[in-house]
């Protein structure tokens, strides 16, 4: 597995998963039909959506090949070859973000070395604004 968010070489998969999920949680490997049910489960729930029915799993994950979203499509080589001019677009976004909100403007060169200070709230703080199904259990 190559995840360059959290690393720069191969890591075992299960390594990876444990890199997003607590060593308590069972995060098997899924085939694609369960895989499916647990994220639409919890994707349902996050954004407020009346969910299916829970399923056994809290977690878990599938493999896909690379440079597809899902099991079932075809390789997205377009994608892979058109993200340098969806790179360009999304940093002139972050720009103007920049410059109007903060009074700053980075130049195309400084862009790739501007790193973000945002810290990842705990569930229980998430849970103090929103009122997910989930917040009861924790």
Not at 68 to 84: A, E, H
Not at 97 to 124: F, K, M, N
Request: with cysteine; glycine share 6%.
């Amino acid at each position: 597995m190559v995840d360059l968010s959290i690393g720069d070489a191969p890591i075992p998969v299960d390594e990876w998963v444990r890199a997003f999920v607590p060593a308590d949680i069972a995060c098997p490997h899924l085939g694609a039909d369960a895989w499916w049910n647990v994220w639409v489960y919890w994707n349902a729930l996050a954004n407020g959506y009346e969910p299916p029915p829970e399923p056994p799993w809290l977690c878990g994950y599938t493999i896909t090949p690379m440079f597809t979203t899902k099991w079932d499509q075809d390789i997205q080589s377009d994608q892979v070859r058109w993200s340098p001019a969806t790179m360009a677009s999304q940093f002139g976004g972050f720009q103007t973000v920049l410059q109007g909100d903060y009074g700053y403007a980075p130049s195309d060169d400084e862009i790739p070395y501007i790193t973000s200070r945002y810290a990842a709230r705990t569930l229980a703080e998430v849970c103090t604004w929103n009122d997910y199904g989930f917040c009861d259990d924790l």
